[in-house]
């Protein structure tokens, strides 16, 4: 079985990914992040390495769905490949960060690897208002994020709702503002039991 966890900068994907792990005995699959070569050369000239950013994520992605789909193990996975197209480099293609000459590249791109791509069989959107996703980028403190502006933020918040919108998968819509799931157990059932409903009929 496959578990998407989807939603902006700062909303709390691989927190709820490492506690959906553990209280369910899944197997994390997380964004490469920390081992990005491309990322904090991006955040400081976003139009300079777009492509190159997208590109890695994209491949990195495609690595991880392939390895998903021939696992018999139960994934959970920290962003999905949809969401890097649809939201991430659309995004950034309105923005101006990507020519149309490289969208229109990475676009044949994709619409080649997403034919042996198939949904997961339940995405959970965390939705988080940009003051909430300041807070907690600020919080975590990682150095390449803080010049993160409000406008990508919020380009990327409109790209969701819009991806979200339109997701033909099972879906389930956390609302996290007013939510601590990670520091309070109560905040955390609520969001298990929603699952617990979806995948198992329980409730």
């Not at 699959?29 to 400081?44: C, F, G, H, M, Q």
């Not at 965390?126 to 933020?153: A, F, M, T, W």
């Not at 879906?171 to 007013?178: A, R, V």
Request: net charge negative.
């Amino acid at each position: 079985m496959h578990i998407g966890i989807a939603g902006n900068i700062g909303s709390g994907k691989t927190t709820l990914t490492r506690m959906l792990s553990q209280h369910y005995g899944w197997t994390p699959k997380y964004e490469a992040v920390t081992y990005n070569p491309y990322l904090e050369d991006y955040y400081k000239d976003i139009p300079r390495w777009s492509f190159n950013l997208e590109v890695y994520f994209l491949t990195q992605r495609l690595k991880d769905v392939m390895n998903i789909a021939a696992s018999e193990e139960t994934i959970i996975q920290d962003r999905t490949i949809f969401e890097g197209v649809h939201v991430f480099v659309a995004n950034n293609y309105d923005m101006g960060n990507l020519s149309k000459r490289d969208f229109d590249a990475y676009m044949e791109l994709f619409e080649v690897v997403i034919q042996t791509v198939k949904l997961p069989d339940l995405l959970i959107y965390l939705k988080c208002s940009i003051p909430n996703l300041v807070s907690h980028i600020q919080k975590r403190g990682r150095d390449y994020e803080q010049s993160i502006s409000l406008e990508y933020l919020s380009g990327l918040n409109d790209r969701y709702e819009k991806f979200i919108s339109e997701y033909k998968g099972d879906i389930i819509t956390i609302d996290t503002d007013g939510l601590d799931f990670e520091n309070n157990p109560e905040d955390f059932a609520r969001i298990t039991d929603r699952i617990d409903a979806r995948l198992f009929g329980l409730f």
